[in-house]
């Protein structure tokens, strides 16, 4: 038997079909009608089945202790959340419903978000109601709401083909979105005249391939970005009717870009002037020019205002609002665009409706039927951390996410979790070391499990269709949340199935830019997948591209070209710090490695957490090729092998994101060293600039 269904791991949202043959074996390939991937997979995709024969590291029952000395024990569903209930329901009554949260998840399924969202907003009576794409998407959020009106993607991947000019600033989609890439790849065999632009401190796999690789030192996107925008307008490569009749801002933006010359900037980012010069050369050139970008830009202390200085290149030249043209920001998670359709973060509010407008909230009350509605956002993912520290928060429920690996100055979040009142986790593995400090642990049912939808980077929502039981006693999460609420007395749970959670959060979207009203889930079935808003009585796919009409969704109409100074704000680099540490991905592996750590062919391409670093930079402490060397920050230390490498910049080293799974011992956690500075609007951490240094460690 065949399913049909999605992977849960990236953005791009390839999808998969998982065959199941009479003895129960499964297998999984990629969908030769899927739009998104046509039959192709990565390697992480490619090896999906291997997760789910392995279920040795699976959570089979709910368990709880009734204090931290005590051991936990196997307890019913109903004990569970009975307990739960009633000591959410103590805290709240003593403390405030801002004395408690979630924590949840990009890989949640929407259905699921949905309810968590409406729980916690439109009956518990608090915003604090964060998830873990607070650390990948919200600087993009924040920036497309702050240029265009409204957090939206206004491309389609059929961008691709159609570009003349791609630049991808702070992103290696060859690894991290490979299924992207290779549409890339595609279309630069079609077309020799596209050109390829990538920025980036390390001589990625992307940039390999890049007709131009801009190697700039870290934090200096900003002043890259202004320095090809004064270029621009030297040239007159800017699109004066554009400016004029769609945008506002453009005189700011010119006296703001002019106040470095071309020399300055290129000193600053550690680039020559021609590099910038022939940057602005090929993107003015081009007919059709697409920007885009992921985790270098977004994971910074400003780097809301690096999305805006990148998306200002596309409105100075009016490349947005046609095909293969516009700036598009690559969603890590799986459904990190999900949880933004339904206001899945501590300040946004269902179908894009502002927490802090009072008509937005009065409706959303209304259609919920619940309480209050807060006009104060809630904690982020940080906040939430930084408030169990301090006491002012109480409670937390953590679903669907590892923050103990993937939180910047992890022993600070580690410290927060120990001195929390009463913590819940709910996962579908044994693994993450969140367990450790949980009074009541929720089994939940994982991938092909369950059913329910995700939207992925292009905005195109798919169905997920369940195609096994869980294990043990482990419950979808949307179940989970459901019975939760009835237990603390809330009506408006009492939902039949993930389909009658869609259509109600599809109903709430009704008159909205994002409207998906007549989505269901058959009408997913039937067209496998459709891209948002979308009006049945179009009877296609949806909406490819937004702003075709180049009204912004700005109170003016316009689209905002935003003007700010290049300072970049990261932690600063001393004699005792004097290398920057920046994190990422690897390609085999996804995020904290709950899933694909089970699959050792996963582990072929890199099996330790490692440290790149500079012949140079390493000469200059004695460090050789493999010699183990500690790493050490102002929050703490690693110990790692040392890869030396001329593919990274001198005075820059790079530490894979994933490992720090092992309970007794933290030492190849990269999050021990990263710093707690977020960006002041979007709250985003700054996980790309720490200051380190290392040295060879001596036991070796
Ligand atoms: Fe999955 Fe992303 Fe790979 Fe596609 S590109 S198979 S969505 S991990």
């Known amino acids: ?133 607070r650390l990948c998407m919200s600087s993009a959020v924040a920036a497309y709401k702050m240029s265009l009106g409204e957090d939206t993607v206004p491309v389609a991947y059929d961008d691709i083909e ?98 470095r010359t071309v020399e300055e900037a290129a000193a600053i980012c550690g680039l020559g002037t021609d590099e910038i010069r022939e940057a602005a050369a090929m993107i003015g050139k081009a007919r059709s020019f697409l920007t885009m970008w992921t985790m270098g830009l977004n994971q910074s202390s400003v780097g809301v205002q690096k999305n805006l200085s990148l998306i200002n290149l596309n409105l100075v030249t009016g490349q947005i609002g046609k095909p293969g043209s516009g700036p598009f920001s690559l969603t890590g998670q799986p459904n990190a665009m999900g949880g933004r359709e339904v206001g899945g973060l501590s300040n946004l509010l269902p179908a894009h409706r502002d927490l802090s407008n009072a008509r937005h909230r009065e409706y959303v009350e209304k259609f919920w039927g619940g309480g209050k509605i807060a006009s104060t956002p809630g904690l982020t993912a940080t906040e939430m951390f930084d408030a169990l520290h301090d006491g002012r928060l109480k409670a937390i429920w953590i679903m669907c996410t590892n923050p103990l690996v993937s939180l910047p100055d992890a022993r600070f979040a580690e410290e927060a979790l120990r001195r929390a009142k009463f913590v819940v986790v709910q996962d579908i593995s044994n693994k993450p070391q969140s367990l450790g400090f949980a009074d009541v642990i929720l089994p939940a049912a994982g991938w ?37 609420a009835a237990k603390m007395g809330f009506e408006g749970f009492d939902y039949t199935s993930p389909a009658e959670i869609y259509r109600e959060h599809a109903a709430l979207t009704k008159g909205t830019n994002i409207d998906i009203s007549a989505v269901d889930h058959e009408l997913l079935r039937e067209k496998r997948s459709v891209q948002w808003p979308y009006l049945r009585h179009l009877d296609g796919y949806g909406t490819a591209r937004i702003f075709l009409d180049k009204k912004f969704s700005t109170p003016s109409a316009k689209a905002v070209i935003h003007s700010f100074p290049d300072h970049n704000k990261s932690e600063t680099l001393t004699t005792e710090y004097p290398l920057v540490l920046t994190t990422g991905r690897i390609r085999d592996q996804w995020h904290t490695m709950s899933k694909t750590g089970k699959v050792s062919r996963l582990k072929q391409h890199v099996r330790d957490a490692f440290l790149e670093i500079h012949p140079d930079d390493a000469a200059e402490r004695g460090i050789l090729d493999n010699n183990i060397v500690e790493v050490t920050s102002r929050r703490g230390n690693v110990r790692v092998k040392a890869k030396l490498t001329h593919s990274i910049k001198k005075g820059v080293v790079f530490m894979p994101m994933h490992w720090g799974q092992v309970l007794n011992s933290d030492l190849n956690r990269a999050n021990n060293l990263t710093n707690n500075l977020v960006d002041p609007i979007s709250k985003e951490p700054d996980f790309k600039y720490s200051a380190v240094q290392i040295c060879r460690f001596a036991k070796q």
């Not at 390839?14 to 990629?30: H, P």
């Not at 490619?46 to 931290?68: F, G, W």
């Not at 791609?166 to 005249?193: K, Q, S």
């Not at 329910?452 to 949340?481: C, Y």
């Open 1 to 133: 038997m065949t399913f049909k269904t999605t992977c849960c791991y990236c953005g791009v949202g390839c999808g998969i079909l998982v065959d199941q043959d009479r003895q129960g074996r499964l297998t999984v390939k990629g969908d030769p009608e899927h739009p998104v991937n046509k039959g192709m997979l990565c390697s992480k995709g490619m090896n999906l089945h291997h997760t789910l024969i392995d279920q040795s590291d699976r959570l089979l029952y709910p368990e709880m202790r009734y204090a931290r000395n005590l051991p936990k024990h196997r307890v019913t569903w109903n004990t569970a959340l009975e307990r739960t209930a009633a000591v959410f329901t103590t805290l709240i009554k003593k403390y405030g419903p801002d004395s408690v949260a979630f924590y949840a998840s990009g890989q949640c399924l929407t259905e699921e978000y949905y309810v968590v969202n409406k729980l916690m907003k439109g009956f518990i009576g608090s915003n604090n109601l964060d998830t873990n794409s």
């Open 162 to 259: 159609l570009a003349e000019c791609i630049f991808v600033a702070g992103a290696n989609p060859a690894w991290c979105h490979p299924i992207i890439w290779r549409r890339v790849e595609a279309a630069r065999l079609a077309n020799p005249d596209l050109r390829i632009i990538v920025s980036d401190p390390r001589i990625t796999q992307t940039a390999t391939m890049a007709d131009l690789h801009l190697q700039l030192n870290p934090g200096t996107d900003i002043t890259l970005h202004h320095a090809i925008g004064r270029c621009l307008i030297e040239n007159g490569d800017i699109d004066r009717s554009f400016i004029e009749n769609h945008s506002e801002g453009f005189e700011e933006y010119r006296e703001n870009v002019f106040a």
């Open 448 to 484: 092909t499990e369950k059913t329910g939808t995700m939207t992925n980077a292009e905005r195109r929502i798919s169905l997920l269709e369940k195609v096994m039981e869980p294990p043990g006693e482990a419950l979808p999460d949307s179940e989970i949340i459901c019975r939760f």
